[in-house]
């Protein structure tokens, strides 16, 4: 089995192969009218000189980072592979964003021009354009992790153990290129959305997506830098994360190469399958909401079951009939599903809670701010108890009451079962982003009233996805922070051992208890320092579309352009300005914690981190998607539709909304990760220079 | 030394005797004119009639858990001695209260009266009925923590560690109807709050206590029942828990009588340090907010600074000269002054948080909504860092590194010294409702201008002191809640050891791990339901007044009178409604949670509920008291005053607020102390059944 390694860059190479061959269908579509091709390009150059800035403001951090390791490196406190692994792992990483960035924003105009022909034709190319991202991401992620492997194990000859606790540190890499991404595509996609509403709509009245609003462009920008490109970044790191803290814990749990093998297969197993779900997506012209959703899940739900199915097999042959450990994969890929399934619950509006949601609109926006809070904190329950459960179930199937180290493997390889079909999980909601901007492309270019109704079916549509796909992505988030955890107390230990200190791990001892105290402040100040972000960053730009209005004579009657430019620009230098903080913060509290509270204190903080990160992430963002779907609700005509108090007051929800769901609530994904992949890297530091 | 516990009735005597002075002092003065005694005995009424409904009410679940702690005595799995407890506990939290709302609601219109004679006057009626409140519920406490001591040793002869143990099991009493009284206070007055607001100040446009607002009175009641009774009962709970929790570790510790008679010596040493305090209390009749705020800082410092010097020849002689364990009882006095004033810093208009706050108005309801969360969010940071300190450094100095037991009693006796001056630290708290009450009277009696000058003065004050109050009643929750969780463990591990199971509290242990998921999940939903709560009680309130404007013919010409006790009758029902289901699920989940993870799991649950806990209601007190000073600094004639838009997002944000700081915030110290009493007291029944 230890020789079939090879299979990764199998599993890759089918990957972007079919990543090539959607991005292929979707430019050979036509771009529409020279009108469309206009906006097309704007949004794209505006995208394009966004990821440009972003990726050259992180890769001074990278340079920076990559001194420290260099030097950390020389001392002999991590291995000397490490600084050049964390450049692979952010480069592809930064690679899989652009790429998907870049088709996604081709595809937009093609969207909308392929509804002109028939909803099915529209939602293939919007799919295909997910798709292209969703394989992008696991294709580079596999290539990366097995190009790695295969170095170390044939050319440097390290044993199982070595490669194991090595690699598990290659994950920091994708962590910070994703925090840059998540939180700076965060922050722009939020400014230029509020300061747009706030200007246009509410100020101006004119309708969202109208091409007079300067800071329409950029909103659209920000649906691609930040749903698509940062939506990307987060997954990429999520799915390494969670293919090597398995790696990291298998030696220990005494099943070595095989138990590294495993995962991987288990990996490429996923590939195969989410390609094969990708065909059962597909739609009738009458189509309606239920009915694309249905196809949508369709796809989904059959990829899960073909690499449950073939899981079976895997496991058995390869953990020598193991089966246990097939539960565990099993408890991944069903919690997966399953968290899905409540967010779409808490958040859609064709459930109870976000109807309710609806009827406290009439008694004004702070009753409707109330119950909106008061939702999402109540949406924290589901999946806490799912996650609950998965862990519960992966530990003790995998056998964790007579190894415990077993039981920790199973926690690893859970996590990869739940993102084993990344990649048709991933297209779904890149989909999303996608279908958005082709929405916006028909109204700006004022295309037929029944083209705006499809691709308008196909945003909605997109809407309930994104926020299935946030819920999927903070679960698995959580999976592998928790993981990365476990193998982080797999490291340290032997380490601790050697620096003749004591690892206990009990909650009783003080560090544990203030490390778990520091990492729930950790999260609080963190979501506190991305929602000023939007706040300050979207004020610039409500002040700049106020002096447009004021200054461009003509601008209101479509006479003149506004300066669409203006406003990228403000969001690029507000996001890369604002991203600083969160991330140098991120950063900084586990290394100096450690080194106060030691490694015992940041296993309590890694704890804290998680646990409440990962409530605090599904709270911000079923709240924010609940008020979203409120708003839409009222729109579409009930409660007294558009223009109505209650509107007004749904539209106060979702502009509190919008940073909940798209900036600080998915920036959390990234800090629950970060920290572990940042606290294992500096174990050894942590462990020697540590005062307790 | 041993012999010496009498001293805990003194120490009672002593408070019980002041407090009763200061009653004399307020009801020997006068009530005013016929109007103003009108007013105050509908006030009076309507709180009466709901407390003792509320106690009614109470009385059925303590009749219920009276039962079931006896089938528990009766099979072994809990002392036999506490049903009784359980009953004296929740029976003097009650008295407490009425007592102190008792007073409450007879100096409001006696302090409106005196502000008429002078400033000072007016202080020193409604800071002696404050006292009132503070001295009662630390007379009462001492009272029943001594007399069931005397009993358990005296007359039953129990040795230290059984009285340790035993004892720990009595603070569930005072634990349960804290709850009631916090949760059931918490939605009343914030129901009547917000409809008063709703439909008076917003829809009808008439200013805040108008006499011709039907919620008016209600309004006015909620002020006695949450935030005096409900705080009372609060600050009663953590008093004797800190107290129990030290007697519990005590022989743990190796100090068996000694240590538990330096915990009670501590607190007897805080009632006079207390009384003297109070002494310093007195204004000048040009005082400004500045010097009335200063004064009543001087009255609280020097009592602690009093404690703390007499802390140390009593640690140097009852405990042989062990004088880090001072430092534990210094950095427990230290802590809760520390966490007052950053509280302060975060929610007083006198600094940059709240005035950036007040900025945000000028972009409308959803940018003051965002900025008031971030701002909550991010003054996490100082109490977790000062409770984490306080931790660290009680543990240490009490020779954790040596012994660990000692350590944790070092926790213990840290709770314990920020609570031994809780006499004035709560005067200045319940001051607050009464200065607040006085005001509304001064209104509506239609005094003298230059009397509601006086009183908003004091209310005004009463608003900043309300706020620090609040950061004390969570730090001292949270050191407490962490006393108990050490106590718990204490207790569980010899069960354990007994029950041939293994006390496992590593946190990669998945049942720990799940079960601070769970608990994290129980601070999340438990908030959702008391702000649904609040909600849902407004919105009758607010359906009750429009009807009353719209059929009571005369009112808004001041020709007919509201029918005030309507709104007051459905405040109760909607309190005392609400109420069950979060006191259920409070009870319930650990119950259920210990049952499915056994007490490893229980300790899990309680540091996850404890850190998310402490977390959410700092920041969901400070994002509430930020609100409504940004509110009061606009209404003082800044950025546009009364009436302008800033002023109307401000309203909004205020409105949101008042459920997150008088409801879920505060319920959230109950809930974090009562699921540890509730883990203690069924810690047998766990151990014995649980799965795992």
Redesign the interface.
Known sequence: MENMFWIGIVGAFIALCFAFVQSRKVMSCSEGTPEMQKIAKAIREGANAYLKRQYTAVFKFFIIMVIVLAILAFTGLVSKFVPFAFLTGGFYSALAGFIGMKIATSANSRTANAANESLNKGLRVAFSSGAVMGFTVVGLGLFDITVWFLLLKYVFHADANTVGTTMVMFGMGASALALFARVGGGIFTKAAD?GAD?VGK?EAGIPEDDHRNPAVIADNVGDNVGDVAGMGADLYESYVGAILATFAISTAAGYGWSGMFLSLALAVVGVIASVIGTFFIRTGENADQKALLKTLRTGTYIAAALAAVAAAPLTYFIMDGKMGIFVAILSGLAAGCAIGYFTEYFTSETYKPTLDLAE?TS?????V???G??????S??AP??I??AA??VS??AAG?AASFNQ??YG?GIAAVGMLSTLGITLATDAYGPVADNAGGIAQMAGLDEKVRERTDALDSLGNTTAATGKGFAIGSAALTA?AL??SY?DIVSTKMAEAGKALD????N?????G??????L???F???T??S??RA??SI?VEVRRQFREIAGIMEGKADPDYAACVDLCTKGALKEMVMPAVFAVIVPIVAGLVLGANGV??LL??VT??G??MAV?MSNSGGAWDNTKKYIESGHLGGKGSEEHKAAV?GD??GD?FKDTSGPSLNILIKLVSTVSIVFAALIVKFSIM
């Open positions: 509020v706030l509410v406290a008694t004004g926006p702070a009753t701010v109330i119950g809070i008061s939702l999402g904190l109540q924290t329950s806490i108890l996650i609950g862990v519960l530990f003790f964790g039981g920790l926690i928790l955890l476990v107390v791990l009990s909650l009783v003080p560090p544990v208890l203030v778990i105290f520091i990492g729930a402040m999260v609080f100040v979501s506190a320092f929602m000023s939007v706040q979207a004020q409500v296993i309590g704890t804290g646990v409440t990962f409530a709270f106060i502009t509190i940073p």
